[in-house]
């Protein structure tokens, strides 16, 4: 009945939507992972191979676009559906993925989180549902609860 994510260019009109909490995207690597010695560069993560998250299948995404502005590219060794395939798969892999901090937030204990070397812009989580339940009072009070819950942690900076 809700889920949370980014609204993007393929999400319908007809679903409605509240913002959430603003993120920022941090990098994610299997705890001993190279990347956990030393100072994360753009080029020592571009040389890594990446997990790219991507409901549509694409293959590429804004990583790729900064790291074009650096000159570097990296190597994407699979593609998948979602923020939690893509922990799961750098829990037991040599493979760097690409989260949103907040967002990930436990789902990342155990795994090496660092600052991206390269500048993404911050992104908007927020809350969707079908028009259908607007007025349900129990879907009301849920969606409520979901909003306090989500803004009693500070938000992080850009």
């Not at 260019?9 to 705890?31: H, N």
């Not at 660092?114 to 009070?141: E, G, M, N, Q, Y």
Request: glycine share 12%; net charge positive.
């Amino acid at each position: 009945d809700l889920e949370t994510g980014v609204i993007g260019t393929t999400t319908g009109p007809e679903v409605r939507s509240r913002a959430l909490f603003r993120d920022r995207f941090v990098g994610v690597a299997g705890a001993g992972h190279e990347l956990s010695e030393g100072r994360v560069t753009a080029a020592r993560f571009a040389a890594g191979r990446h997990i790219l998250i991507s409901r549509r299948g694409l293959d590429r995404g804004p990583v790729d676009d900064a790291l074009d502005l650096a000159g570097l590219t990296r190597t994407i060794a699979t593609v998948v559906g979602g923020f939690a395939e893509a922990l799961a798969l750098a829990r037991g892999s040599d493979l760097i993925a690409t989260v949103p901090e907040r967002y990930t937030g436990t789902l990342r204990e155990g795994l090496f989180t660092f600052s991206l070397p390269v500048k993404l812009a911050p992104l908007t989580i927020s809350l969707l549902w079908h028009p259908r339940l607007d007025a349900d009072p129990a879907h009301r009070w849920l969606r409520g609860l979901v909003k306090e819950v989500c803004g009693e942690a500070r938000n992080p900076g850009p």
